[in-house]
Nanobody
Framework: VQLQASGGGLVQTGGSLRLSCAAF????????VGWFRQAPGKEREFVAG????????VSEDSVRGRFTVSRDNAKNTVYLQMNSLKLDDTAVYYC???????????????WGQGTLVTVSS
């Protein structure tokens, strides 16, 4: 299974970015796919995830209302739309996948490479 993340970059506070995670996996539409991030000097943390087509969407309090996760199964791609970005959102963002959201949050089976998001003032 291969996951390829893209879309990171430099943005000012209050700006927006959309990250993409392209997956090369059978039965992708049934997979739980999510985003993690790791800020400098901090541990990697779960940000948001999506299971099936739109059955369930999970997100952490720190990003709820600002970040939205969605998927296009026809393109085998999951997106993370990030709005109202804050300095604290600066991190390397990783996409990951597992069969279930429980597994995804605990220990994903598959990881993509990270994409750097830098929010500047």
């Amino acid at each position: 299974v291969q996951l390829q993340a893209s879309g990171g970059g430099l943005v000012q506070t209050g700006g927006s970015l959309r990250l993409s995670c392209a997956a090369f996996r059978r039965n992708f539409s049934n997979s739980a796919v999510g985003w993690f991030r790791q800020a400098p000097g901090k541990e990697r943390e779960f940000v948001a995830g999506i299971v099936y087509s739109h059955l369930a969407i999970v997100s952490e309090d720190s990003v709820r209302g600002r970040f939205t996760v969605s998927r296009d199964n026809a393109k085998n791609t999951v997106y993370l739309q990030m709005n109202s970005l804050k300095l604290d959102d600066t991190a390397v963002y990783y996409c990951a996948a597992s069969d279930t959201v429980v597994e995804l949050r605990a220990r994903p089976d598959y990881w993509g490479q990270g994409t750097l998001v830098t929010v500047s003032s």
